[in-house]
Every structure is written in C-alpha cells, then in structure tokens.
C-alpha cells in the first residue's frame, strides 16, 4: 500500500513504498492512528508540559496571568495545516472561542524534531532549528541537521509515555524546548537532507521489519521567499546551475516559494537574488 498524503511533485522521494497504508499528511494519520489521537490536542500537550493553558472562554486573568501578559490563540486540533489562526493576544483580550484554546507565549529556539520509534521508544532522532529571523512568527529558514541533544531527553520521555504500541514516525514542535504541537507523520520538507537510508528505515519500521537506525543526517537549509515575488525562468535556471531546488509554493498564504540547499551560502545567495534583502544571519551547524 502507498504513503498517503503525499504532494504528486514530493513523490519521488517515497520509495520503496510500505506493504501497508503509512500516513504523511495530519489527515491521514488522524484516520489511521486512532489509538494515538490524542497528540493531536494541543490544549492536552500544553498542560501535560506543566504549561499554563485553558480554553478559550476561560479567562487567563482567573489564574493568575496579568492583562498585559501575552498568550498564544490557536485552535485545539487542526489538521489543515496546524499554525493556522494561531496568533499572540494580550491575556485581557482573549475571545471566547469556540474549539480554540489559549496558552502561555514560550521564548528561545524554535526546533523542530522528527523521530523513528519502535513500540513507543525513540531510536532515531532527526533535529531541525528555526531561525531566529521570521516572517510573521514563522522562520524564514530551517537548519535540517542542527545539533539540539539537549532537547532528546524530553521527547523520548514524552514519546515512552504518549506512543505506546506505536512504532513509526512521529514529529514534536517546540519552542525553547518546551511543546508547541505533535504529529503523527514527519516533516515532509526536510526529507530530502535525511539521506538516503531513512525511508527505507522508515518503511522497515511500519510494516515490522527488522529495523536498523539510519545514520546521523546530511542536513541542508530549507529557506522560505515569503512576500509577492513573480518567479522568472532565469531564477529557475538559476537555482539549477546553482544545485539549488526552487519550488513555487501556491498553497501556503504568504509564501512564494520555498528553496532547499546542501550548501548555506549558495541557498542564501539565490534568496538575495529572489528577494532583493539581506540574507539573515545563518547559525554554523552544529
């Protein structure tokens, strides 16, 4: 059976393909995962962090946060795309939302990480860092490959206590190592720097193959040209002379496109040419 969720121009990278149906989309890994949902309530991973989080209709005044403190809004579950009608709020102008929750704001590195488990323990971790950069609170680029040990002990905790019998892949969001959201699929945009023994690891774990842990990551840079740029065919051609994949991105509002470099500097020296701005400053990996 296929992956299922997967974009027709991300294709190519899901091979071999496992015998059974394996999520990559929140969708789907809501329809097939029913015994592991529940990482999918947000209100639910903030309050088992030990964050101060309620629902929406529950004022952040009545336990303890001052008017003038900021809070996060987002809704509880959202599988179309998990940031969407997310945004910071002072704690006194908190609607009362129906299906939406609000959350103390977290500060520091916001990481991104992906992890292989077998049976509800982690054997592989994969770390992306956002940087500190961004475009209405979204990062403008990703380092796929930083070093982040720091934040392992914590997800493979969280991991042993929220997936048990579960063995696949699963993602974890968090923002100065404390959790902003969870999957149950992977971070699609990243694979193409995991090299090449992860899929197949991968596939091994979710049909019960023996599995074998791939080695650390290649890494790379996924950068985003946000804002209304017009894509020419001589950027295209020059993103290929330069080893750098450019792809449109039509689906992400705000977004113009999204390029994927090995290299930094050749990654940011396409984006300056795209954009006309300074490339922000990148972070040594590692």
């Not at 102008?93 to 323990?121: I, K, N």
């Amino acid at each position: 059976m296929p992956f299922v969720g997967v974009l027709p121009e991300r294709r190519h990278i899901f091979r071999p393909e496992p015998r059974r149906e394996v999520a990559v989309s929140d969708a789907a890994a809501w329809r097939l995962n029913p015994g592991h949902r529940h990482v999918y309530d947000k209100l639910r991973l903030a309050l088992d962090a030990g964050l101060t989080a309620a629902p929406c209709g529950v004022a952040p005044t009545d336990v303890g946060l001052d008017a003038a403190d900021t809070v996060f809004v987002k809704p509880i579950t959202n599988l179309a795309g998990m940031g969407l009608d997310a945004r910071a709020l002072p704690a006194g102008e908190v609607p009362a939302e129906p299906g939406s929750f609000w959350c103390q704001r977290l500060e520091g590195a916001h990481t991104s990480t992906d992890c292989l488990v077998e049976d509800g323990e982690v054997r592989w971790f994969a770390h992306t860092r956002g940087s500190d950069e961004k475009d209405a609170a979204r990062p403008i680029y990703w380092e796929v490959g930083a070093a982040v040990p720091e934040v392992e002990p914590w997800i493979a905790d969280w991991v042993r206590r929220n997936l048990t019998g579960y063995s696949g892949i699963c993602n974890i969001e968090l923002i100065g190592g404390r959790p902003i959201e969870a999957h149950l699929r992977g971070s699609n945009g990243f694979f193409d720097f995991y090299g090449p023994a992860f899929i197949p690891a991968w596939v091994a774990l979710a049909d019960g193959e023996p599995f074998t842990p791939p080695p650390p990551i290649p890494g790379g840079f996924v950068i985003s040209v946000f804002g209304g740029i017009e894509l020419e065919d001589a950027d295209f051609r020059a993103a290929e002379d330069a080893g750098v994949d450019l792809k449109p991105d039509p689906s992400t509002p705000g977004r113009s496109a999204i390029l994927r470099s090995a290299d930094r500097d050749t990654g940011f020296a396409l984006y300056r040419r795209l954009t006309g701005h300074p490339a922000p400053d990148a972070r040594d990996p590692g």
